[in-house]
């Protein structure tokens, strides 16, 4: 069964320091790569996704992530993060190949900035 | 609304009585999720439907938790006989299916969730 692994489960920044999430996923067939972010209060919302092409993926309010298939990786960045960063984020595997449309989720890392 | 909604947004019950959880998804999405939301635990995925069936219901717990979809639209998540461990935040996610050559793309979108706590 796939896995999903998010190795820092809570990260303490300063703003304007850089960012960079771990995830690391287990199976090695096609792979669609997801990160997911909840701020304080409101719901999981989509951060960015990666189905095939380019493997640098951008995504909204600045984060991007790097599908490096030979690492297993999908790890999140930002170069400068914000106090309004602080939320929970969470990284999300599916192998459409077995067919199956549900996502594994990884435990998620609590990041908070300070201002 | 454009999202997914669920009700109710909390739920406090005594051990033993039954809940049900309701979602309501985006207009138009096929597929529907459930997931369980513990502390420091992330997302437990309990059951997905695809229109009014459940393809994938390996994630219920027990046999004390079930779910059913009608019209394709409204699901209802019920857990009979609540117990402690069953305190969590219960979220729903809806997507539709889209199709590239041979590779099925779906993007959840996820409710507000549920904050059940069994006292």
């Known amino acids: 069964a796939q896995s999903v692994s998010q190795h820092n489960h809570h990260v303490i920044l300063s703003e304007a320091a850089s960012l960079e999430l771990g995830c690391n996923y287990s199976?090695?067939?096609?792979?669609?790569l997801f990160w997911y972010v909840q701020y304080p209060g409101q719901h999981l919302q989509l951060l960015l996704k990666y189905f095939s092409g380019d493997p640098l993926v951008k995504g909204i309010k600045g984060f991007e992530a790097e599908f490096i298939k030979s690492k297993f990786s999908f790890n999140l960045r930002k170069p400068s993060v914000q106090w309004s960063d602080t939320a929970e984020y969470f990284c999300?595997?599916?192998?459409?190949?077995?067919?199956?449309?549900?996502?594994?989720f990884g435990r998620g890392t609590s990041l908070i900035v300070h201002p | 609304g454009a999202g997914v909604s669920q009700s109710p947004s909390n739920k406090v019950t005594e051990k033993g009585k039954d809940v049900e959880l309701r979602c309501d998804p985006i207009?138009?999405?096929?597929?529907l999720y459930w997931y369980r939301q513990s502390l420091g635990q992330g997302l437990e995925f309990l059951i997905y439907?695809?229109?009014?069936?459940?393809?994938?219901k390996s994630g219920l717990p027990s046999d004390r938790f079930s779910a059913e979809r009608t019209g394709g639209s409204v699901s209802t998540l019920t857990i009979q006989r609540t117990q402690q461990e069953d305190s969590a935040v219960y979220l729903c996610?809806?997507?539709?299916?889209?199709?590239?050559?041979?590779?099925?793309?779906?993007?959840?979108?996820f409710g507000p969730g549920t904050r059940l706590t069994v006292l």
């Open positions: 439907f695809q229109g009014n069936s459940a393809p994938d």
């Open positions: 999300a595997v599916k192998h459409p190949s077995g067919g199956s449309y549900i996502p594994t």
């Open positions: 996610a809806s997507s539709s299916l889209i199709r590239t050559s041979g590779s099925p793309r779906n993007e959840q979108f």
């Open positions: 207009s138009g999405h096929t597929a």
């Open positions: 199976y090695g067939g096609t792979v669609n």
